[in-house]
């Protein structure tokens, strides 16, 4: 066979358990250029990225999700079995198998590795994180381990870089080697319980001394998993996340906006006055400036959700949260795809794979976009800044500390909690009724996150954004721009009236008008079904183009919707943000996730009702109050 | 190790310790799982993970806010997070 007999393998793949450091040795092996993508027909992750042989030729390598065994009790797993096998619709089986094991955890990982040996296909073992083994006093001898294995063990360090050029050149070799090998390889046929057995033997036989030091994460544990003070460090740990967020990211802000303010003077100086240039300065550069400014805010995010996640805090806070899942009928699992939907509902939905529960995972679909993601804080930072004092939240050296806007901003997100808990609970005792199910999960070791992991991590996730930013949002800035200046008005009226948009959202307007809302909001509203960050910089172009040619222009928004709105519509504003389900990603990925267009229409519905009721129940509450 | 009083499930037989009542920090030896009464995926996972008949367990961490649900359960070198419906349907004897 011809296939067979070329040199060097074209394709490799990663597998193992999770946590055995796959991803870190990943992205050490492929750099940053990785085609991150969904396998087709189901959506899991498809990581992929080149890794260059000694011999200069180039595989594709991929990063197979984390299996326990090549018996699938998730989709993550069903993925990663039928790959291996060779049986996945359109992609080939790899022609080199990887298995990449926790160095202080052979007993564990080794079990997985001797069910991918017994294939009999070309494999080789990367004993990856030999340094934290000897942070916990162990000593390995990798060539005992190859001998019992009977196949190329090459230790590993994907943190420091060690053994990544000789983990490259068993890649090579590997095919060549198994077919010299002839490829003969004992315990084939071994059930669960005897090939645990046998791996117990093996680790036992390659670990060459073991001294019992006092683990660093235990001890961490005893902290961080207290009945007490584990929850209180949790609480915490996201209050401060969420000030970080506020607070942190506002110099940068700042200067994004002047470079767009320095960009959009740039373009009035050089271009004729007339409506092209109005496109690009209040249509485009308004529309897409406004969104582009909250890019280090959902950086700041992000680099504390990969952080926790990376660190193994993540599922600290599963377990800490699972008696309160468990008591809206969830479990800890559904709260890594929740917190994950605080930045962006489109991943955590997708997170949900791992919940292995169908109605478990139906009900976490249908209350994840309910979870504050990063969409929404464009819309609260322009309305906290814009009617929120800046100052702190009563006097003394802990009151000091505390300012009112992220006081508001923190409130925002246990309003969004509290609506998905109770809309769990409800779910859970009508349409997904069944059996509580369990919650079963490996607590990974601590690490410190590593800088280059994080930067890779983020810049994927900063990237997804501006590309939104660049597509989506730009398409939506300059159709609103067309309808609100098509069909021009009649010298002496009112543009927005004689608009296109006008008269969408006089009809809008009749029935946002009982919960506070006026005519500029219902405008927004509209090219906010796209995603919910548009109503921000449709609300900047509504206000630049009713403030044409005069002083107005050069007000910053805030000051325009202060002119314009009163605090109980602010406010109004903000709850219906809490609730509406505006962003067409979170409906077409719950279309996919769910199979049909049954859960995504129902999702929809229940939303936009729950939207409506908080709206005006806050408005007119605001009102009652005087406010 | 100190003699501490073991608290078995109050209607079971004395000798029938289950992974739920064992005390933090005790290790002791699976003898026992009624695979029947879970879930088969779940009894799958739990396997997979090392929690079966023979393996040396102990429970790190029991319950948050004063429950006892869930259970941190170290097996090996490494922690399974499990609830206490998982824990009960597994005898456990005392190591020594």
Not at chain 1, 227 to 242: D, S
């Amino acid at each position: 066979m011809s296939l067979a007999l070329r040199p060097t393998p074209r394709t490799a793949a990663l597998v193992g358990n999770p946590n055995a450091g796959k991803s870190a040795l990943f992205n050490a092996l492929t750099g940053a250029r990785q085609k991150i993508a969904n396998y087709p027909g189901v959506t899991v992750e498809r990581k992929a990225g080149r890794l260059v042989l000694p011999s200069g030729e180039v595989v594709e390598l991929t990063d197979l999700p984390g299996s326990y065994s090549l018996h699938p009790t998730s989709p993550d797993e069903e993925v990663t079995r039928s790959v291996v096998m060779g049986e996945f619709p359109g992609e080939p089986a790899p022609e080199v198998l990887v298995v990449v094991l926790d160095a202080s955890n052979l007993e564990q990982h080794l079990v997985f590795a001797l069910e991918i040996i017994a294939l009999g296909r070309p494999t080789l073992v990367a004993l990856n994180m030999l340094d934290l083994a000897e942070r916990d006093g162990l000593v390995l001898d990798p060539s005992a381990l190859s001998q019992a294995l009977g196949v190329p063990v090459i230790p590993t360090v994907a943190v420091r870089r060690r053994g990544l050029p000789e983990l490259a050149g068993a890649i090579e070799a590997a095919e060549r080697q198994a077919m010299a090998d002839g490829a003969v390889h004992r315990q084939a046929h071994l059930d669960g319980a005897e090939r645990r057995m046998e791996a117990r033997a093996i680790a036992q036989a390659s670990i060459l001394s073991e001294t019992a030091r006092h683990r660093l994460h235990s001890r961490m544990d005893d902290l961080l998993l207290h009945p007490w003070l584990g929850p209180l460090v949790l609480f915490a740990l996201l209050f401060v996340v969420f000030q970080a967020v506020f607070s942190g990211a506002a110099p940068f802000a700042n200067a994004l906006q002047a470079g767009v303010d320095f960009l959009s003077a740039a373009v009035r100086a050089r271009m004729v006055p007339g409506l092209w240039r109005d496109l690009l300065t209040d249509g485009v550069l308004a529309g897409v400036g406004a969104v582009v400014v909250f890019l280090p805010q959902i950086i700041i995010l992000f680099f504390f959700i990969l952080s926790l996640e990376a660190s193994g805090y993540m599922a600290r806070a599963a377990f800490l949260m699972d008696r309160m899942m468990a008591r809206v009928g969830l479990s800890g699992r559904s709260f890594i795809p929740l917190l994950s939907s605080f930045a962006c509902a489109v991943p955590g939905i997708m997170a949900t794979r791992s919940i292995t529960d169908a109605k478990d995972r139906l009900t976490t679909i249908l209350i994840a976009p309910l979870m504050t993601c990063s969409a929404r804080l464009p819309v609260y930072a322009v309305i906290i800044a814009a009617f929120i004092p800046h100052r702190a939240v009563g006097t003394g050296p802990i009151g000091g500390l505390i300012g009112l806007q992220g006081l508001v901003l923190f409130c925002l997100y246990v309003a969004g909690i509290i609506g998905a808990m109770a809309a769990a609970v409800v779910l859970r005792g009508t349409l997904t009724k069944g059996a509580a199910s369990g919650f079963i999960m490996e607590m990974p070791k601590y690490q410190l996150p590593r800088a280059r992991d994080l930067a890779i991590g983020l810049s994927q996730r900063a990237w997804i954004f501006l590309r939104r930013a660049g597509t989506i949002i730009f398409q939506v800035a300059v159709i609103l721009w067309l309808l609100l200046n098509f069909p021009r008005a009649e010298p002496g009226r009112d543009q927005i009236d004689a608009s296109f948009a006008g008269h969408i959202a006089n009809g809008v307007a009749v029935v946002l008008k009982p919960i506070g809302f006026n005519r500029d909001i219902a405008l927004s509203l509209i090219p906010a079904m796209a995603a919910r960050e548009v109503s921000v910089s449709s609300l900047a172009t509504t206000y630049a183009v009713a403030g044409a040619n005069e002083a107005q222009t050069s007000h910053a928004l805030g000051d325009q919707l202060k002119r314009h709105w009163t605090l109980p519509m602010a406010l109004a504003f903000l709850a219906w943000f809490v609730f509406a389900p505006q962003c067409m990603s979170t409906i077409a990925v719950t279309r996919r996730e769910t199979n049909g267009w049954k859960w995504p229409a129902f999702m929809l519905l229940y939303m936009f009702v729950l939207a409506y009721v908080a709206a005006g129940a806050t408005f007119w509450l605001a009102r009652g109050l005087g406010l | 190790m100190s003699d501490a009083p073991i608290s078995p499930a109050p209607a079971s037989p004395a000798n029938a310790l289950t992974l739920d009542y064992l005390p933090i920090g005790q290790s002791a030896c699976v003898v026992a799982v009624d695979w029947a009464r879970l879930d088969a995926d779940e009894g799958r996972r739990l396997r997979a993970l090392g929690i079966d008949v023979g393996a040396v367990v102990s429970v790190a961490h029991r319950g948050v806010f004063g429950g006892s649900d869930p259970l941190a359960v170290s097996v090996g070198r490494m922690t399974v997070a499990l609830r206490r419906a998982h824990a009960r349907v597994m005898r456990v004897e005392l190591a020594r």
